[in-house]
């Protein structure tokens, strides 16, 4: 079983920054790809970043050259960096991680998701 902790999420004034985290924990499991998704009241849930395993990342155009994203492999963690934090920003942040476990020879692949962290951008 794997377990998602996130930190970070706040209260901003407009044009600050937060850095969110997410460690996954747990025993005999690899990590795939793993990203953040966040949503606002009364919308669908969003990407807003994603990072590979291999390090390459893609991002929303809406937090394009604000929001970076980055992995530790080694403490199995995600990070959000975001800057310049507008009103429209805020939302629950949630992040997805790609989990593969092997058992009995066989490998199971599936999604985990973290608890979310609220993130709110004052104008």
């Known amino acids: 079983q794997v377990q998602l902790v996130e930190s970070g999420g706040g209260l901003v004034q407009a044009g600050g920054s937060l850095k969110l985290a997410c460690a996954a924990s747990g025993r005999g499991f690899s990590i795939n790809a793993m990203g953040w998704y966040r949503q606002a009241p009364g919308k669908q849930r969003e990407l807003v970043a994603v990072?590979?395993?291999?390090?390459?990342?893609n991002y929303a155009d809406s937090v394009k050259g604000r929001f970076t994203i980055s992995r530790d492999n080694a403490k199995n963690t995600v990070y959000l960096q975001m800057n310049s934090l507008k009103p429209e920003d805020t939302a629950a942040y949630y992040c997805?991680?790609?989990?593969?476990?092997?058992?009995?020879?066989?490998?199971?692949?599936?999604?985990?998701w973290g608890q979310g962290t609220q993130v709110t951008v004052s104008s």
């Open positions: 990072i590979a395993s291999g390090g390459s990342t």
């Open positions: 997805k991680v790609g989990v593969v476990v092997t058992a009995l020879l066989r490998k199971y692949e599936f999604d985990s």
